[in-house]
């Protein structure tokens, strides 16, 4: 097949706008959720927060396995095979249920020994227990939904899971205010009001879904027991590949948690800066980070027809485009990072490093675009996870984190100094990547013989 540059720019163009949307109103509206809560007290705040600790645990092993199917979701569909995509969604689907099910007992039956690792406050705790149990199906309730979500992406019908996330996000924040507040006639429930909003909008995403998945012009539409059946090299393939993004998820999650760690013993000031400036930075992260997602699609598609020289120039021109994107919206964002730093209530000093923070953020936006996309997106497509897990793992850990800890411990720099000095890891981790995508190792195709 002959190369069409302005093709797959329209290509990309049409799978990744979808995607960015998506991404910004679920990072904008849990941001607006998160401020409802705010306005009954820091208790309540705190409980919440404490609370979505093993949420956030659950997304990470949710995401790892989610990851590892995509891949094969990317290349069936790239092979026009729709029954082994139905196969892979099931794969997942029983995968996610079996956790599911493991961190819906345990948030049931150990749930104050767990929650109060993160706190000791007992009124913080009480709310948190509650705010858990009630949203504890959701672990299960997600195990349906998100399978799906990620198999509507693959199969490029991208503006089903934007028009999910829409409906779900925007009536989460509509039933949550009624019920955390008490409007139109509703008890004022607080905390619970919030877990009821969420465990509500998680029940009309696999509605939604269900919806979307049986209709006929889903591209794999099938007979429900066409889903399983699955074989055991199938199985194999997708733990082999699944186990690298799951680890590597945690390994990057955990790492984030020890910046927090090193931030906060500058001083409260500096670490409330740098918790804005990530707040308002990670809404334009999933909007460029979109082109990750389209990277693994599009490229995935490609390796599944056995095209390696398209895949090869496709996957440059993904690059090329991913930098430009980067250098505009970081570009585009440092102008308003006056802006952005006063919308949060923090003293004249607070607020200066946020602006600081927001604009080493901007600067260093085009190397997060590219490792995002070649670790997310076109490595992934490739089935090369154990190098990204390696490369992301080592740079964090043995790079980042300590640079955080000596700009803190050691050298005692003002928090937009440390946080420049700890992103210089980026620039190391880009170097690593790009030697790797060079080289066209990570171009496998992962359903051969299948």
Not at 168 to 194: D, E, H, R
Not at 324 to 332: I, M
Not at 419 to 424: D, G, Q
Request: glycine share 8%; hydrophobic share 55%.
């Amino acid at each position: 097949m002959e190369f069409d540059k302005k093709a797959v720019n329209r290509k990309l163009a049409r799978i990744a706008t979808p995607i960015a949307i998506q991404g910004v109103v679920t990072a904008t509206l849990s941001m607006v959720d998160n401020l409802m809560v705010g306005f009954l007290g820091e208790t309540e705040l705190a409980a919440v927060g404490v609370g979505s600790q093993i949420f956030s645990i659950h997304y990470l092993v949710l995401f790892g396995i989610l990851s590892g199917c995509a891949t094969f979701m990317a290349q069936f569909f790239g092979a026009r095979d729709m029954g082994n995509i139905r196969k892979v969604i099931g794969v997942g689907f029983t995968g996610l249920l079996i956790f599911g099910g493991i961190f819906f007992i345990i948030s049931n039956l150990f749930t104050e020994g767990i929650l109060s690792f993160y706190t000791k406050d007992p009124a913080v705790l009480k709310l948190a227990v509650q705010y858990v149990r009630i949203n504890s199906l959701t672990f299960l309730l997600l195990a349906f939904s998100s399978p799906l979500e990620m198999a509507f992406k693959a199969t490029q019908q991208v503006k089903i899971p934007m028009i999910i996330s829409a409906v779900v996000f925007s009536s989460n924040t509509l039933i949550n205010y009624i019920l955390i507040f008490g409007k139109l006639g509703f008890p004022a429930l607080g905390v619970a009001g919030a877990a009821i909003g969420t465990l509500s909008a998680r029940v009309l995403q696999v509605v939604l879904n269900t919806a979307f998945m049986i209709r006929s012009a889903n591209v794999f539409r099938g007979p429900i027991l066409s889903y399983f059946g699955w074989d055991r090299e199938l199985i194999r393939r997708i733990v082999k590949n699944a186990t690298p993004t799951t680890v590597n998820e945690f390994l990057w999650s955990f790492g984030q948690t020890m910046f927090v760690a090193a931030f906060n013993r500058i001083s409260t000031t500096a670490y409330a800066a740098f918790q804005a400036a990530n707040a308002i930075f990670n809404i334009f992260l999933f909007a460029t980070f979109s082109i990750g997602d389209a990277a693994l699609i599009l490229v995935g598609e490609k390796l599944g027809e056995g095209d390696k020289d398209y895949t090869w120039k496709m996957s440059n021109q993904i690059i090329k485009v991913l930098v430009v994107v980067g250098v505009v919206v970081g570009f585009f964002t440092a102008l308003f990072d006056k802006s952005f730093a006063n919308l949060f209530n923090l003293s004249d000093e607070g607020k200066m490093y946020t602006f600081y923070v927001l604009l080493v953020f901007s600067l260093t936006m085009p190397v997060d675009m590219f490792n995002g996309t070649m670790i997310a997106g076109i490595l992934r497509a490739g089935g090369d996870t154990k190098f990204a897990m390696i490369t992301e793992g080592i740079c964090i850990w043995f790079i980042a984190v300590p640079l955080a800890f000596i700009s803190v411990l050691v050298w005692q720099v003002p928090i937009h100094i440390a946080v420049l000095i700890t992103r210089l890891e980026n620039f190391v981790r880009a170097g690593i990547l790009l030697k790797r995508y060079l080289s066209k190792k990570w171009m496998n195709i992962v359903i051969e013989n299948l």
